[in-house]
């Protein structure tokens, strides 16, 4: 029993989030399941009591974060843990079938989404103990993994480079790579990539990043 601890799930309708909600509810949890229809909030509310506040909301759309801000300013004065499971399945797994219309909407919710829902609790985060964001990814989110992907085994080698602080337009005020230098340092780096394997992050010139 978690006595005046609260939660926040996205996708709390069906699914591993509703199950989520289920769990951290018995559990005595002040619950916000975020839901998208109107049926489901009004199913979780009469399930589960006052201890239960649901929030209506579409992720894919900034609508949400102001939503998801009326929804804590009125009901707690705390969240303990958000938890952003909010997401879509994806129609074609390999690269030649998937679309860039697919992408986006994946991306409206996956990232978008979770970007919302945390941008709009962030300030209620504010437990001096402990307080979580959990975002629910998959092993399909593995960055390792999908650097490669479908040509893991084949003859293409996919890294991500980071290129320094690159004093450019788009660098930060205290860049201090020339661009000449950051490409030179690609260049150079690439011999040695070539007998490197692959899915890997890099800072050529200085290491491997974590993922
Ligand atoms: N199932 C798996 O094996 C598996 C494996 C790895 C990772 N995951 C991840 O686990 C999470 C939950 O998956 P699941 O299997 O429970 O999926 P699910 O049964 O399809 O449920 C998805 C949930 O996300 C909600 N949702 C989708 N788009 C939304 C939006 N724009 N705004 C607000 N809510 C939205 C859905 O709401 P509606 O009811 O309104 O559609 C639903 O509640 C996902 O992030 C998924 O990628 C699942």
Do not use: Y
């Not at 860039?100 to 945390?118: D, K, N, W």
């Not at 960055?143 to 602080?165: D, I």
């Amino acid at each position: 029993m978690s006595a005046n601890r609260s939660v926040l799930i996205t996708g709390a309708g069906r699914g591993l989030g509703e199950a989520l909600q289920s769990a951290f509810a018995a559990d005595g949890w002040t619950n916000l399941p975020l839901v998208r229809k109107a049926e489901q909030s009004v199913r979780l509310k009469e399930r589960w009591g006052g201890a239960c506040v649901p929030i209506v909301a579409d992720l894919s759309s900034d609508g949400a974060i102001a939503t998801i801000e009326k929804a804590l300013g009125e009901n707690v004065q705390g969240l303990d843990v958000l938890i952003n499971n909010a997401g879509l399945g994806g129609k074609a797994s390999r690269l030649a079938d998937v679309t860039s219309g697919e992408i986006l909407e994946l991306f409206g919710v996956h990232c978008l989404g979770a970007f919302r829902a945390t941008q709009a609790a962030a300030p209620w985060l504010r437990n001096p103990d402990r307080a979580f964001v959990i975002n629910v990814s998959s092993r399909l989110g593995s960055l390792a993994r999908n650097a490669s992907g479908e040509f893991a085994g084949s003859n293409v080698s996919v890294f991500a480079v980071h290129p320094g602080k690159v004093q450019t337009a788009s660098g930060s005020s205290d860049a201090d790579v020339p661009p000449a230098v950051a490409a030179a340092r690609i260049l150079r780096w690439l011999d040695a990539a070539e007998r490197d394997g692959s899915a890997r992050f890099v800072e050529p010139g200085v290491g491997e990043l974590p993922w």
